[in-house]
């Protein structure tokens, strides 16, 4: 390992799966000396972690960039500073960034971070630029390894990436490349890793992770591959890991395996996120999701059969190209029948190169805008609704950090909700029985049940 000390900031958009990229983006820049730093200021390495998921992705981008220009100019003196763009708008804008932003040193997409150590090498030995962006996605994952620098309890490990489903306002496909799934026996020795390090909660993270299709372990070989089912079971079974999550699923990989996996297996957590972007079939057809509102709503069905508890998170989009007022009536209807515990919503925005954008009949952003907030406020009706039907309910939480407030600290309950509580420090990277004594949209309050009173 190196001796000599460098910064490294990393400003991370978008995506859990981007958190997941920063995080291993430390783990391979470790080894060369670099340590996190919280501001770019003085430090030797910038990276600017992107998504390009949202309109106008790209100019955020390309601000941040000039903002960080006399940064990187107050330190030519000092060693100088070297600034990379990873991430999706990496991958898509690559040899455009490195044209308009000469302060730019490297780019780098996101199958090919692990790269970032020879990149940044050859940059500072050809004192020149360096641009990859290949999908390359086995061979990052060969490469990676599992010693991964971890804090706290929870952590997220990417069993799946990319992207065959081609919705027509999503630009994943063309980011991340097509749908690819990590071996079991790989993804079993990462969270082994994490799991010696005192992780106790694990999400896996997929563009689509339920269409998760792994190579089956050694000595079963002749399974072929493995479905999520399949892969949480397994999980489950390593000592330490206590809850597993997953995200984000698509209704058209739903199988009925998965869904027994709910209720057969404990250790995880009873809250699905399952998009659905919008309640009409016509909107639906447009969005090329591949499946009804029927459809949905009978998964939806069949997750709260196998697992009573189940609490249901989505995803709306609202003024999609030639949304009629009858096509957002059927949305709201579906929220309705769903009742969702937490859901994200959006207006429809144009992502370049999609088939959405191209599209007539486009929705006028006032419309979008009322059509939106009619939206917000049924999702956080039934929000704040869920919430509040958990008061007096015992439920076990897994304490992840101090609170804000001294004596109290913060966990998340199986539904993910935050809850804060009066308790011990002691109590961190455990899970301890809360009784909910409040409720607010965001958050739970309690306090810690003893034996005696779980018992009771």
């Not at 001796?3 to 080894?31: A, F, W």
């Not at 981008?61 to 500073?81: C, F, H, Q, T, W």
């Not at 997929?206 to 792994?214: E, F, L, S």
């Not at 004594?437 to 034996?451: H, K, Q, Y």
Request: charged content about 25%; proline content about 5%; aromatic content about 6%.
């Amino acid at each position: 390992m190196s001796s000599t000390r460098k910064r490294l900031y990393i400003k991370t958009y978008g995506c859990q799966m981007n958190v997941y990229d920063s995080e291993r983006m430390k783990d391979v820049l470790h080894p060369l000396g670099y340590e996190p730093s919280e501001a770019p200021d003085g430090a030797d390495l910038v990276i600017l972690n992107t998504c390009h998921i949202r309109e106008k992705a790209a100019e955020k981008v390309y601000s941040e960039l000039g903002r960080l220009r006399p940064l990187k100019e107050a330190k030519a003196d000092e060693g100088g500073m070297t600034i990379a763009v990873a991430g999706c708008v990496a991958q898509a804008e690559g040899a455009e960034i490195m044209k308009r932003a000469p302060v730019v040193d490297l780019v780098v997409g996101p199958q090919t971070y692990h790269k970032l150590p020879e990149l940044i090498a050859k940059t500072h030995r050809e004192r020149g630029e360096a641009l990859d962006t290949e999908f390359e996605v086995e061979d990052k994952f060969d490469q990676l390894g599992n010693d991964r620098q971890v804090e706290g309890y929870t952590a997220f490990v990417t069993v799946q990436e990319g992207c065959d489903k081609f919705c027509t306002f999503c630009v994943v496909p063309y980011t991340r490349g097509a749908e690819w799934s990590r071996p079991v026996d790989q993804i079993v020795a990462e969270v082994r890793a994490l799991a010696a390090k005192g992780i106790r909660e694990v999400t896996l993270l997929g563009q689509n992770v339920n269409a998760y299709h792994g190579a089956a372990p050694a000595g079963r070989e002749d399974e072929g591959t493995w479905g999520l089912g399949q892969l949480v079971r397994h999980l489950a079974l390593i000592g330490g890991i206590e809850r597993i999550r997953f995200t984000t699923s698509h209704p058209r990989d739903m199988d009925d395996d998965l869904i027994q996996a709910f209720a057969d297996t404990p250790k995880l957590m009873p809250y699905f996120h399952l998009p659905v972007q919008a309640g009409s079939d016509k909107i639906l057809k447009a969005m090329n999701r591949q499946h009804t509102a029927e459809e949905y709503l009978a998964i939806i069905e069949k997750l709260r059969a196998a697992r009573p508890d189940i609490a249901i998170s989505g995803d709306m989009i609202v003024g999609f190209p030639g949304e009629t007022d009858k096509d957002f009536e059927a949305t709201m209807e579906l929220v309705r029948q769903v009742n969702y515990a937490s859901c994200f919503s959006f207006k429809y925005s144009k992502r370049p190169g999609t088939p959405g954008a191209a599209m007539f009949n486009q929705i006028d952003e006032a419309v979008k805008g009322e059509r939106l907030q009619a939206l917000q406020a049924l999702l956080n009706e039934q929000q704040i609704a869920f919430n509040e039907s958990q008061i007096g309910k015992q439920l076990p939480v897994l304490f992840e950090k101090p609170g804000r407030m001294a004596g109290q600290l913060h966990g998340r309950s199986p539904y993910l909700q935050a809850v804060h509580v009066e308790a011990p420090e002691s109590l961190l990277g455990e899970i301890a029985m809360v009784e909910i004594e409040g409720a607010s949209r965001n958050a739970l309050t309690g306090r810690l049940v003893t034996s005696e009173q779980s018992a009771a």
